[in-house]
Nanobody, 115 residues
């Protein structure tokens, strides 16, 4: 299993970013995919989840109305569209799934929101 995130950057408050997570090594379309984030000195926080069919999804309350999770099963990729970014969104964003009774993580992509 391999999860490779990309798309993080430094943006001003109010800006947008789209994160991508390219997955391989497991039957992607049948697995729940998650985006977590970890800010300095804090624990990991589940930001968004999406079912294998791409229909069912959940978002952390603080990002509802600003973030959207989606997936392209033909490309084995899950996305996190982030709009109206705030300084408190600054964190390392990590892609996650659970396969073969273990958790799999990408290396993360850094999002920094600062003026």
């Amino acid at each position: 299993v391999q999860l490779v995130e990309s798309g993080g950057n430094l943006v001003h408050p109010g800006g947008s970013l789209r994160l991508s997570c390219a997955a391989s090594g497991f039957p992607f379309s049948t697995y729940l995919m998650n985006w977590y984030r970890q800010a300095p000195g804090k624990g990991r926080e589940l930001v968004a989840s999406i079912g294998g069919d791409g229909v069912s999804s959940n978002l952390l309350d603080s990002v509802k109305g600003r973030f959207e999770i989606s997936r392209d099963n033909a490309k084995n990729t899950v996305y996190l569209q982030m709009n109206n970014l705030k300084p408190e969104d600054t964190a390392l964003y990590l892609c996650h799934t659970r396969h073969d009774l273990r958790d799999w993580w990408g290396q993360g992509t850094q999002v920094t929101v600062s003026s």
